[in-house]
């Protein structure tokens, strides 16, 4: 069990017709894990809880030559997740609106569908069942960057870990929706955000150029400062570090989630921070991670 993020704040009674952090399970360590932090956000934000498990037919269960029952015979167990999952998400917040649903079919597009009406997804970062290999493997990659809400991946934090959430940012507006997921999750933790910007030299074509590497690294620091200068306006109760890191993006991502208790990154982009539809550098970042890891899409908010 995973400590619970400590707050003064009481959770509210949800209206109904808000969506629901949807949080996938199949009953395994890390489904837990994931029960627990959707839990915690949940609570945070103020909104209900939905825990789902996917019933999937065995694979040789074809629709022309159906295996009789098989759906009944993976309900019960299927529930019995549920159930421990429904006790799981209750202890760790009490009075926290908490609901299940049992679905038959295959866990990525269970959890597709599932955002369509939700406020946010998670899943946990390795599976044993209904949601096998949520980090590394397929359903993690199915939905990570192909719904329109933020979808959380939870592994442990690092023992180092301090009170601080780090977010990638590229000076696009792309970065937005991730920047303005990161501030408003630091402001209801009563955490800090580093803002993590990767820059490298450019490769000189032809006659090598001489280059000035601190002037560089001043001049793209200014240019990143006056991009943020709105976001910082917005939410001036929340302690912002802006980190300029010499180095590829997906190394500078790593070595912020070293000390992190959640990194942030968009799931488009004109750079490398947010490729295209979760591109290399949001893959190798949910695969190499030393926290939990949200990925964004969405308008940005200021």
């Known amino acids: 069990m995973t400590e619970p993020i400590s707050d003064s704040i009481i959770d509210p009674v949800v209206d109904p017709a808000v969506d629901p952090v949807v949080v996938g399970t199949d009953g395994s360590a890390g489904a837990t894990r994931a029960v627990e932090w959707a839990a915690d956000h949940a609570g945070l934000r103020g909104l209900p809880l939905r825990v789902v498990h996917a019933a999937e037919r065995l694979p040789y269960d074809a629709p022309r030559y159906p295996v009789p029952d098989s759906y009944g015979r993976l309900a019960p167990s299927g529930q019995q997740i549920l159930d421990h999952a429904e006790r799981v998400a209750r202890h760790r917040r009490p009075g926290l609106d908490v609901t299940t649903e049992l679905v038959e079919g295959r866990p990525g597009r269970v959890l597709r569908d599932q955002a369509a009406r939700a406020a ?66 630091a402001r209801l933790r009563g955490h800090r955000v580093r803002i993590v910007c990767a820059w490298e030299p450019p490769v000189p074509y032809g006659p090598a150029i001489a280059m000035d590497l601190d002037e560089m690294r001043r001049a793209a620091e200014d240019y990143a400062r006056g991009e943020l200068r709105p976001w910082q306006g917005g939410y001036a109760d929340v302690k912002i570090e802006l980190d300029m890191v010499r180095a590829h993006p997906v190394s500078a991502l790593l070595g912020a989630s070293s000390r992190a208790v959640l990194l942030v990154v968009g799931s488009h982009g004109r750079n490398a921070f947010t490729a295209a539809v979760l591109g290399s550098v949001s893959r190798a970042v949910l695969a190499h991670a030393h926290c939990p890891v949200a990925v964004v899409r969405g308008e940005a908010r200021r």
């Open 120 to 185: 946010e997804v998670v899943l946990g970062s390795h599976g044993a069942g209904g949601f096998p290999g949520m980090l590394l493997g397929s359903v993690g990659n199915q939905v990570a960057g192909h719904v329109a809400v933020p979808v959380v991946v939870v592994r442990p934090a690092p023992p180092e870990a301090g009170a601080e959430i780090a977010v990638g940012f590229d000076c696009s507006e792309a970065s937005g929706p991730a920047l303005s997921y990161a501030f408003e999750e």
